[in-house]
């Protein structure tokens, strides 16, 4: 997924990305922002398979049968709201103009959203969704029958350093 974003990168830069508005022409702007529209959905898609995987493994480590109640069922919030902040992402980005075509066509009529908020209710909860990805295993760990404490505190400094 990484080089799709840099080969759509490469093809917008081809295009004319980084040069004046008005030194680009009409169809190499309207390829530069399709390209745009579609890398939005990249990335997205990108951060919520990595975090799926991240989420599976842990489902790996500590299975249902061993792990307590409250791990499980946050284990399945943390899917579902991993799932839900993929399904705004995609369908904020496709809504975000009156008609989709506006997103790429700067000529049609027609009115689109301004971005500032909806990208900010994706930053501030794709955060809080890592910040559990991080934190989940961290009880189960510290929970561990090992008597030496550098030891626990290396083990979930790996189980960090793997998530980021």
């Known amino acids: 997924m990484g080089l799709s974003i840099d080969v759509v990168c490469f093809i917008q ?8 508005i ?5 169809p190499a702007l309207s390829m530069i922002l399709k390209l745009l529209f579609l890398a ?21 480590v500590f299975p249902r049968n061993n792990s307590s109640r409250v791990f499980n ?9 991993n799932t839900a902040w993929f399904i705004y992402l995609v369908v904020g980005t496709i809504l975000r103009c ?24 994706i930053a501030i909860a794709s955060f809080v969704i890592d910040l559990f990805i991080l934190l989940l295993p ?12 550098l030891r626990k505190l290396g083990l979930i400094g790996i189980f960090a350093l793997g998530y980021l």
């Open 40 to 60: 939005h959905f990249i990335w997205g898609a990108a951060l919520y398979l990595c975090r799926e995987s991240a989420l599976l493994s842990f489902r790996r």
């Open 13 to 20: 830069i081809n295009l004319g990305l980084g040069h004046h």
């Open 98 to 121: 009156d008609l989709v075509a506006r997103n790429w066509n700067l000529y049609l009529l027609g009115k689109c959203n301004l971005l500032r908020g909806f990208w900010l209710g």
């Open 138 to 149: 961290m009880p189960t760990v510290w929970g561990l029958n090992i008597t030496n404490k």
């Open 22 to 26: 008005w030194s680009i022409n009409p």
């Open 73 to 81: 069922f946050v284990l399945y919030a943390i899917h579902g709201l």
